[in-house]
């Protein structure tokens, strides 16, 4: 169930006053999960079991955690907890990926292995990166664990950001629903401003840039550097407006019911280098990895070669989170040995840095979007045969093959969020500038809003992180 | 109330009120133009239809310019391919794809390239048996598909230029009606040899899962089905099953031919003009089958031709190629496909199929 189709509309529409008639914080939790288990099963009902037996064995491994001061018995149970989440995403996300990587083995064996016959279910990623930090934070002893199945359930599942995140932290989401409030109109009404941004985001512009990107992408070939520089663009431009704008749809839904869904994104193509491209983007995933993969391999703490090797293994295996293919690892390599370059030179910012360098924070801004949108390249193509021929082409084909206006079109349109974005950060929806507005202009914004999504509305597209 | 709500209620009041102005404007006596005619409905389309081939060496785009260069005039240009290669695929691509819109008479300039197919990979007259065999096994299931509603269409394969082109005409004329349940005729169907054909609604087979065990280049002078050998006992039973009608119908005769004749007999009732092609391979390819197959091939596509009174352009006899062109030994690298594409425009010009530059409109 896409946020952006007719089918959720009429899911929202009947949960809200369900949820409104409701007298008590217990009957609403259990609509929440209801609504949740029934969002989820609208995509593949089997997977539900997946999601109902990670929340089964962290819940209890959770409870056994807190239960024991035993070395050994609370590794075992963290182990449990990690063998399950670990083990689904290794068989139905990893599984096909894994077998035909080692081909050769099997073909010399003459062994037919058997491959995982269904699609990798949606937003696995998310929800069992969520259940094992859970489960961490138990054994670490930085939180303790839920009293309540049912509110356990609803971390694991709340539909909001199931399928594509935030990554929200136990200790961000539990304590927010121990007592379910009443709806407020106030929260529906904030939270449906926020979603109708995102909506216009995803359908307005990430489906419409996808058109172009679609088609370039499909056969680099046939297109010269212009071109070819604009499609990667464009593709910047495209994933940030679809994953940020499931972001917002996130956070408004979450907000329509009172709860406070973490902030994903801030303004990311403002970085000035990659360091601070990370502390931008994806914040949820880049900080799960920071504080259960960087910070456990020792961080910065044990001397300068094992820091280089931990950001490199951090970004290599965040790469494969995104996906079973050598693509995304590659991706994700070339971002920690970035990382590790900016460390060595001393040239990564800061997102709390209060200077921003003038014009040379602009070239640097430049710069690091025009990392992004190399490396995005890599992440987009169907294969690295196919990423390494766009890549040179993108500096060899300077022969016009068609495309260029499309393609310097859709670059201005990435300059014009770029420099919006300076906007914004400082005025845009939730933005005090926003909030103190006089209604009749925030509505008439919003009318614009839903005016421009209808009217570029493209054939509805999933979002691009499902698949992850 | 909150200012939040006051903004949606201020928000919805703006909308209807736009709503309503437009309405009325719309039904008085100021009448809103419809500027959609502004859509070049003489451009020229041309379809290309073949094999992957086809993906690899005719791009729509290099087409689309050679053609404006030389006309002052771009055409739509886009191609469709199908895997399984055999003309009841093509007609059934043809059938799903393309008739539902060019049978609404929108398209008075449009051209349907149909690479010649059947025996254009023709792997039934591969002289190694191994190859061939495991190729016909691997499409079995699509060749033998029992009706069209199955047939092929797990291989097809769209260019996003056609995808592009579609959305185009789809927003300009709307979308057309596909045809369901299109039978082959009574006393046609393949033989089964055993394997039951594949049922209507019944989930097909990926093609994923084939072609990852299915590539050129490599083996036996570059093709090596299964990435290995394959055992006595499989090509033993694979013999067995694909021994007798399934091979002889997907070599270019009988039910291919047929089929090719049906593709271009509702081309024209859908009022495009039609010319066949067919595209270079290297004596490397040649040399895969037996004997002079390819030679009969070659001849049996120039007597369809002249039976229906469709051009034949033959890339692989009249257009001069090296084989450092291709990628394998049957697919261009861009290089070729370049100039075999600047090529096909002129080609496509010369046979005066469309109204010449400045004529279109």
Known sequence: MLFNSSIFAVFIALLLPLYAILPASRPRKLLLLVASYLFYANWDWRYLSLLLISTAIDYHAGKRLARTDRLGARRGWLFASLFTNLGFLGVFKYGNFFIELAEPIWSSLGIVPIRFPGNIPVGISFYTFQTMSYTIDIYRKKTSPCGCLLDFALYVSFFAQLVAGPIVRSTQFLPQIVSMKQLRMGNVSSGTHRFLLGLFKKVAIADNVGLFVDTIFQAPGGYGAITLWGGAFAFVLQVYCDFSAYSDMAVGIGRAFGIKLPENFKNPYLARSITEFWQRWHISLSTWLRDYLFIPLGGSRKGLSRTYANLFITMFLGGLWHGAALTYVVWGGLHGLILMLERILGIGTSVRDENRGGFFGVVRGIITVSIHAVGLVIFRSADLPTAWQYITRMVTAWESLGGEQMALGWTGALILLCTGQYFIERHGIDRPLWIEMPAAVQGAALAMLLYLTAWFQADKVAFIYFQF | ?361
């Not at chain 2, 260069?69 to 093509?90: D, F, K, Q, Y």
């Not at chain 2, 048996?129 to 097809?156: I, M």
């Not at chain 2, 990926?206 to 036996?220: K, T, V």
């Not at chain 2, 081309?267 to 010319?275: H, M, T």
């Open chain 2, 1 to 361: 109330m909150n200012k939040a709500t006051k903004a949606l209620i201020w928000c919805a009041a703006l909308m209807i009120a736009s709503e309503v102005g437009i309405r009325t404007l719309e039904s008085g006596p100021i009448r809103v133009v419809d500027d959609a005619p502004s859509f070049e409905t003489r451009r020229p389309f041309v379809f290309v239809l073949g094999t992957s081939r086809v993906r690899r060496g005719i791009w729509p785009r290099v087409i689309e310019k050679a053609w404006a260069e030389e006309t002052g005039h771009r055409p739509w240009v886009a191609s469709i391919w199908e895997l399984a290669v055999t003309n009841i695929g093509l007609y059934k691509i043809y059938l799903d794809e393309i008739r539902p819109w060019a049978k609404k008479s929108t398209i008075p300039n449009g051209v349907l390239a149909i690479e010649i197919c059947g025996a254009s990979m023709n792997d039934s007259y591969m002289r190694d048996e191994e190859a061939r065999y495991a190729h016909v096994s691997t499409f079995g299931k699509h060749l033998r598909a029992g009706d069209l509603s199955d047939a092929s269409s797990q291989l097809l394969v769209s260019s996003a230029r056609f995808t592009e082109i579609k959305g185009i005409i789809e927003d300009r004329f709307g979308k057309g009606e596909r045809q369901e349940e299109i039978r082959i005729e009574d006393g046609e169907k393949m033989e089964d040899n055993g394997e039951s054909a594949p049922q209507s609604g019944k989930r097909k087979t990926s093609l994923a899962q084939y072609l990852h065990r299915y590539s050129w280049g490599r083996g036996y002078k570059g093709f090596d089905p299964h990435h290995g050998t394959m055992d006595d006992l499989r090509l033993e039973k694979i013999r067995e099953q694909y021994t007798g009608t399934l091979l002889k119908d997907y070599a270019l005769g009988g039910i291919q031919i047929k089929y090719l004749k049906k593709l271009v007999k509702s081309a024209r009732e859908d009022g495009l003009k039609v010319v066949f092609f067919i595209l270079p391979i290297t004596a490397d390819h040649r040399e895969f089958w037996d004997g002079d197959m390819y030679a009969a091939y070659v001849a049996a596509a120039e007597e369809v031709a002249a039976e229906l009174g469709v051009p034949l352009h033959n890339f692989d006899r009249d257009f001069e190629i090296s084989p450092d062109e291709f990628r394998d030994t049957n697919h261009l690298k861009e290089v070729g496909a370049v100039r075999l594409s600047r090529e096909f425009a002129s080609r496509l010009l010369g046979d005066g199929l469309v109204p010449e530059a400045g004529n279109q409109n």
